[in-house]
């Protein structure tokens, strides 16, 4: 049945409204039927959840590795600007930006909080939600810096992608005598900012140790303080230096890779996009499937999983990456050996 109501114009209306009671109800009822219809179609219409990524390093720097992080979404069938957002800020290695920039993307209600890298990420998030379902990647041991307790069945709301630090230095080290096998000494590059910096140092005296060689350390925290760094192991020459992977030295990789072709220092990373800068050697997990698995983990969360039910990741993928251009500049000659156990070689 169809209802007309004259009430195109302001008479048409007044008209309407003095024919009584019933015709009034009949109006009003129309009214709300017409009202409520748009609204109900609004209603059905899916909301797209809310990633937000806090990401320890800068967009020009770290931007390649949100790839990464955008194929494990949509591995599990989440495209950003279809049917997920991502809302991204950037701390460019000071951790001191890292709790008022989680703080702007609680605030936003995420659904999911994505700590893209480093422990001092996942840790100051993990101080300000315990509801908040967060996705970390570190590259330190999460156990160990008390990120989580069981990496088997993460506690609370955190999950992610663990590192694990205790064979690393000792396999780097190993791979730095193979270039120099009467090497005295070697030094470790340490950012004492980074939540992991003690345990390395600790792992990496006792390797010293065990094979009875001289440890010399350097430490930097900022740009200034990683040319004092430098000027330290230019004037202790030790025949090879390990620089971990923390925030702040990946978002500076560059300029790290330079002073240590300045120093004619023979450097080892933990990680291939160093050795792509210009750095001499890398060993360690790829940070590259480790950016995937987190964004893999973040969408199972979306579509309902939660996070105690994710076990924590540990690397399953380590590789060797050469630069030989690098290591012809320093007048190093690279085994055949080591080039044949290299995963990529860049020339």
Request: glycine content about 8%; overall charge positive; proline content about 5%.
């Amino acid at each position: 049945m169809t209802v007309h109501f004259p009430v195109s114009s302001e008479h048409g209306l007044q008209t309407l409204m003095s024919r009584g009671p019933i015709a009034r109800r009949h109006f009003l009822a129309a009214v709300a039927g017409a009202g409520a219809w748009p609204l109900r179609s609004w209603a059905q219409q899916p909301a797209i959840p809310l990633v937000g990524a806090l990401i320890n390093g800068s967009p020009q720097d770290a931007r390649s590795l949100v790839a990464p992080f955008r194929d494990g979404l949509g591995e599990q069938g989440y495209v950003e600007g279809q049917n997920v957002a991502v809302e991204y800020r950037w701390a460019e290695g000071r951790n001191e930006r890292l709790s008022p920039l989680a703080t702007e993307l609680i605030n936003q209600r995420v659904a999911v909080l994505a700590t893209l890298y480093g422990a001092s990420a996942a840790l100051a998030a993990k101080a300000l939600t315990r509801s908040i379902p967060i996705v970390f990647l570190t590259g330190g041991d999460a156990s160990e810096l008390g990120i989580v307790a069981n990496r088997d069945r993460p506690e609370a709301n955190l999950t992610g992608v663990s590192g694990i630090t205790d064979f690393l230095v000792a396999r780097q080290i190993g791979l730095l005598r193979t270039l120099f096998p009467n090497g005295r000494s070697f030094a470790l590059l340490t950012n004492p900012a980074s939540a992991n910096a003690n345990r390395l140092v600790q792992i990496t005296q006792e390797v010293a140790r065990s094979i009875r060689r001289e440890l010399v350390m350097a430490t930097a925290t900022s740009d200034g303080e990683l040319d004092s760094a430098f000027a330290l192991l230019a004037e202790r020459r030790p025949n090879g230096v390990v620089v971990p992977t923390n925030a702040f030295f990946l978002s500076v990789r560059r300029r790290i890779v330079a002073l240590a072709e300045n120093c004619k220092l023979a450097a080892i990373y933990d990680v291939r996009e160093f050795v792509e800068a210009g750095g001499l050697m890398s060993y360690g997990g790829s940070i590259t499937d480790a950016y995937r698995q987190g964004g893999i983990y973040a969408g199972r969360i979306l579509t309902g999983a939660k996070p105690t039910d994710l076990p924590v990741m540990l690397p399953t993928k380590f590789e060797i990456a050469v630069n030989l251009k690098t290591a012809k500049a320093l007048g190093l000659s690279m085994s055949p050996l080591l080039l044949a156990r290299a995963d990529e070689v860049i020339e």
